[in-house]
């Protein structure tokens, strides 16, 4: 059975910094696309950064040059530096993974739990 388990929200002024992480555990075989998402209040869950297996990232243009994401495919985890963090990046995170378990013997999107990042002004 595949758990993400994530860590590193909290409160922080703007202008702050916090970094997020992801790990994944259980029956892995392999991860294909790891990313990050966010829900503000009222809002529909968006993008906020996706890295494949190959290293290729892609990020939403609101974070693109603040936030930083990368992988660690020997802990299985995926992390999301945040710099110049700004009141609207408030929302919960949430990781995405891509993998393929021996359990279903085929690739499934699992989520992490949830973690809140709240920026004051």
């Known amino acids: 059975q595949v758990q993400l388990v994530e860590s590193g929200g909290g409160l922080v002024q703007a202008g702050g910094s916090l970094r997020l992480s992801c790990a994944a555990s259980?029956?892995?075989?392999?991860?294909?696309?790891m990313g990050w998402y966010r829900q503000a209040p009222g809002a529909q869950r968006e993008l906020v950064a996706t890295?494949?297996?190959?290293?290729?990232?892609n990020y939403a243009d609101s974070v693109k040059g603040r936030f930083t994401i990368s992988r660690d495919n020997v802990k299985n985890t995926v992390y999301l530096q945040m710099n110049s963090l700004k009141p609207e990046d408030t929302a919960v995170y949430y990781c995405?993974?891509?993998?393929?378990?021996?359990?279903?013997?085929?690739?499934?999107?699992?989520w992490g739990q949830g973690t809140q990042v709240t920026v004051s002004s």
């Open positions: 259980g029956s892995i075989v392999s991860i294909n696309r």
């Open positions: 995405n993974m891509n993998i393929f378990s021996s359990d279903t013997y085929t690739g499934l999107n699992y």
């Open positions: 890295v494949t297996s190959g290293g290729s990232t």
